[in-house]
């Protein structure tokens, strides 16, 4: 068991809360929520509950907030439901290059349909440029499509500029928010935001429930068929547990919201310094200060990222090389290779993820481990023999 558990972005821990809000749905309350009788409409109240708890934390209305299965669907449902009901007017869809593969694959499956996507660049602090995506629209344009933060380098992205643009444009506008939520204050309406995309597990609840937030009046198709729950536009018995979870989730994430952050951030700016005051060649990814709370992504010359990973985690502590659907294939992440770093930095580097649970204690053991391994590391390593022979 790793002590030290350091990959918040790939997943967070249940809270003790949250399960306890939970339980009795999956017992007592064990009701259909579409039923007409009295243990039905327990649950038909807990999840009208959850969804104006989750409506006020982003300043949404509540007939504006649609359950699914998790991110990946909210992801889904936001780019082909648009795709599908613009067929008469365009075919053109904005996204940037390094999006989650929620949105990189939904978004290559509609180019094999025919949609033409427009990849934007982002810069080496892997920032979108707003005035990149105002030059990318075209008349034919029917979705931008941009996340709120980075779930592998953290950064935060111009999203307020970005929606300002769409709304100017009249074109729908959408943000993978599930690394954001809990981590950043989120206001649909004053940014702009006409779709947006959470998931409990990332903020400590439940996985396999999330949330498509769909602004009222935006034409959207519907995703998956069946039923009339959610108002006819998402089918299927809702997860009531996942649900009521995922609403308990979010109320503790907004509790004592700039306390946390700014825990969060001291934590993260003492790791991120620790490290590159003592292991010689090596450099912060992602951007230094418009950065997630709890994200540090470290660059290591002549290691070899998974390796890494493998002796921090003998010393106890979890890490990750990426987003956890790109480790264990060898390619190097999509994201740092979109930064412009050569595929042999994109493969020396590892992400820490810190959540609500990570102590000082924590940090320092990282700060103090870490560094001999990779020492031991580079002494083993070709590479860092030649370079070291080169630059004497
Ligand atoms: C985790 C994640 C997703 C996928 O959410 P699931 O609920 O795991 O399907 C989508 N986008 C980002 C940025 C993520 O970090």
């Avoid at 990973?309 to 990426?322: H, R, V």
């Amino acid at each position: 068991m790793n002590k030290i558990y350091l990959d918040n972005a790939a997943t967070t821990p249940v809270k003790k809360e949250v399960v306890e809000a939970m339980l009795p749905y999956f017992t007592e309350n064990f009701g259909n929520p579409s039923s007409v009788y009295q243990l039905a409409q327990i649950n038909k109240k807990a999840i009208d509950e959850a969804r104006e708890t989750i409506a006020k934390c982003l300043g949404a209305n509540t007939n504006e907030i649609f359950f699914t299965s998790g991110g990946t669907e909210a992801d889904n449902w936001a780019i082909k439901g648009i795709a599908e009901v613009s067929k008469g007017k365009g075919n053109h869809i904005i996204t940037s290059k390094i999006e989650h593969h929620a949105i990189l694959h939904t978004c290559e499956y509609l180019e094999k349909q025919g949609y033409e996507i427009t990849y934007l660049d982002v810069d080496s602090e892997g920032m979108v440029n707003p005035e990149d995506v105002k030059r990318a629209i075209k008349d034919t344009t029917i979705l931008i499509t941009i996340m709120y933060a980075n779930n592998e380098i953290g950064t935060i992205m111009p999203i307020s500029e970005i929606g300002k643009i769409a709304k100017e444009h009249n074109i729908p506008f959408h943000t993978d928010a599930v690394q954001a939520i809990g981590q950043v204050k989120i206001d649909v309406k004053e940014q702009n935001i006409d779709l947006l995309s959470l998931s409990g597990h990332k903020f400590n609840g439940p996985k396999g429930i999330g949330v498509l937030y769909i602004k009222r009046g935006l034409k959207i198709g519907t995703f998956i068929h069946g039923g009339a729950q959610e108002r006819g536009r998402r089918a299927g018995t809702e997860n009531v547990p996942g649900i009521v979870g995922l609403g308990k989730a979010i109320e503790l994430a907004y509790e004592h919201f700039d306390d946390k952050v700014a825990r969060l951030t001291t934590l993260r700016d003492e790791l991120i310094e620790g490290l590159i005051r003592s292991i010689p060649y090596c450099k912060l990814n992602g951007h230094k200060t418009d950065r997630l709370p709890n994200n540090v992504n470290i660059g290591v010359e002549f290691v070899e990222g998974e390796s890494l990973l493998l002796l921090l985690d003998m010393n106890g502590i979890a890490a990750s090389s990426g987003s956890a659907c790109t480790s264990g294939s060898l390619d190097p992440s999509h994201v740092l290779l979109a930064l412009g770093l050569p595929h042999e930095k994109a493969h020396g580097s590892v992400r820490f993820t810190l959540g609500e649970q990570t102590t000082k204690e924590q940090i320092d053991f990282v700060i103090e481990k870490m560094p001999p391994i990779v020492q031991r590391m580079r002494e083993m390593s070709p590479l860092y023999e030649d370079f070291l022979k080169t630059n004497k």
